[in-house]
């Protein structure tokens, strides 16, 4: 189903005349309003300590409720990708990033609410300050440290984490 289909009415003037546009916006016949349907920007983060074990998050919620995860999350309106990074990290780990090195995005559908939303997920490397203060919160249940021989990206709940798995890890 496309995002799209499920807005059928005009968001302005509330007409039932909400048509598509083309197959990425609708438009309305009654005002002349254009709805574009963009990916939302998200953020994942590769986190390594001084062993060569990864980060990884168990996630509290859905999708794919109780599954691994890495950290991150959505970009916040007027938030570069960096800060939106940095953000989450420390909300879901407690950990200070000190330093971003963007690697590559993979785009992802994340079903939210009834509606598959289509994201552009941008992974960073993050180098941090002081990896002893790392708990979970937020929406990450708890944390454990992979060493990266033994990373099994099946356990992984969203598509685009394990195609970056993959990809990070040269598999
Ligand atoms: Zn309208």
Not at 101 to 108: A, E, G, Q, V
């Amino acid at each position: 189903m496309h995002p799209l289909d499920h807005f059928k009415f005009c968001p302005v003037c509330g007409s039932s005349h909400f048509v598509e546009n083309n197959e990425k916006s609708k438009r309305c016949e009654n005002c002349g309003f254009i709805y574009y349907a963009n990916p939302s920007s998200a953020t994942v983060a590769l986190i390594e300590n001084e062993k060569g074990e990864l980060l990884v998050v168990r996630r509290k919620n859905d999708p794919g409720k109780g599954t691994l995860d890495l950290p991150g999350g959505f970009v916040d309106m007027d938030e570069t990708g960096e800060a939106g990074m940095i953000r989450e990290v420390k909300e879901e780990t407690g950990l200070d990033v000190t330093h971003v090195d963007y690697l590559f995005s993979i785009p992802n559908l994340y079903r939210y609410s009834g509606m598959d939303i289509h994201t552009l997920d941008m992974f960073y490397r993050c180098q941090v300050r002081d990896l002893s203060v790392v708990h979970a919160a937020d929406d990450a249940a708890g944390y454990l440290w992979i060493p990266k021989a033994e990373i099994k990206t099946e356990q992984f709940g969203l598509r685009s984490v394990r195609q970056g798995l993959h990809q990070y890890l040269g598999r």
